[in-house]
């Protein structure tokens, strides 16, 4: 697979301008940037268009779908209930959530110091 992708583009895949990285080998903040920028697009977009594929499932398999919202709350229902899982989850979310403000703090830090 990454050498069909590599036979398709005109570039080599260690050039420092074809993945984004400074001299060093390490992302530039530019690139890490932008990435973050077409995440958050691509999340959007998803996003938006949800509600309109949640309705069309609906109409077409309503009792599949009935079954994949008594499985996700079950699910729910079940980590919640426990406590070792409410530790996991909340341990993870923390670790999310610090990890996104870095990458917020480095974005805002890279902005500063490019201008």
Not at 16 to 30: F, H, M, R
Not at 72 to 84: E, F, I
Not at 99 to 112: E, H, I, P, Q
């Amino acid at each position: 697979m990454n050498s069909e992708h590599a036979a398709s583009s005109n570039h080599n895949p260690k050039d420092t301008a074809a993945n984004g990285s400074g001299k060093d080998g390490q992302p530039s903040p530019a690139a890490h940037a932008q990435s973050g920028d077409v995440f958050a697009h691509r999340a959007g977009a998803f996003a938006k268009g949800l509600p309109a594929r949640l309705d069309e499932q609906l109409r077409r398999n309503p009792y599949a779908t009935l079954a994949l919202a008594c499985v996700a709350a079950t699910t729910v229902g079940v980590v919640l209930s426990s406590r070792v899982m409410r530790a996991v989850l909340t341990a993870t979310m923390t670790a999310a959530a610090l990890d996104l403000v870095r990458a917020a703090v480095r974005s805002v830090r890279a902005n500063v110091e490019a201008v």
